[in-house]
């Protein structure tokens, strides 16, 4: 799909994606980046691949469960104060939050990489790992208040290994 450098121009439009997502769909006032680097953190979150004739790559969003109950009631137009989801509602919620997000990742990175296959969502517990072929590129955000992790998770190149 693209080197190792290249994946750099890539999370930025994941970056760019989220944003635009948590302004608009989720309400949040403000999106800011609050750290960049390659260590994948241990939280809660929803992962898509993106499939292309070169290869592929997965994005994701997570948090802690509260970070993820709020990213929920966000998508759903609920306010902090309303009662906590039940975590079935929120993984499914996660899930949809990175199925638009990919939509708009996807249109982004159209120059770059066609055609590109949306895989399906999948919530997981836990972190990705870096292996000896498949590196993680995370941007550490906040929407309003909420921490979050972005990720772009794609193979390593030959000088990478």
């Given at each position: ?97 990175i199925n638009?997000?990919?939509?708009a990742f ?56």
């Amino acid at each position: 799909m693209t080197s190792a450098n290249g994946f750099a121009g890539w999370m930025g439009d994941l970056e760019a994606s989220f944003d635009e997502m948590a302004r608009s769909a989720l309400g949040f006032g403000e999106f800011a980046v609050t750290g960049r680097h390659e260590a994948p953190p241990s939280l809660h979150g929803a992962y898509l691949g993106l499939i292309g004739p070169t290869g592929a790559v997965q994005i994701g969003v997570a948090s802690d469960e509260l970070g993820c109950q709020a990213l929920a009631k966000g998508l759903m137009g609920m306010t902090p104060a309303d009662a906590a989801l039940p975590e079935a509602e929120v993984a499914d919620a996660v899930c949809e939050i990175i199925n638009i997000v990919a939509g708009a990742f996807k249109g982004r990175v159209r120059d770059r990489a066609t055609p590109l296959q949306l895989g399906l969502p999948v919530f997981i517990h836990g972190k990705v790992q870096s292996t000896e072929h498949l590196a993680v590129l995370v941007t550490e955000v906040r929407f309003g208040s909420v921490p979050a992790a972005l990720l772009l998770v794609h193979p390593r190149s030959a000088q990478e290994a």
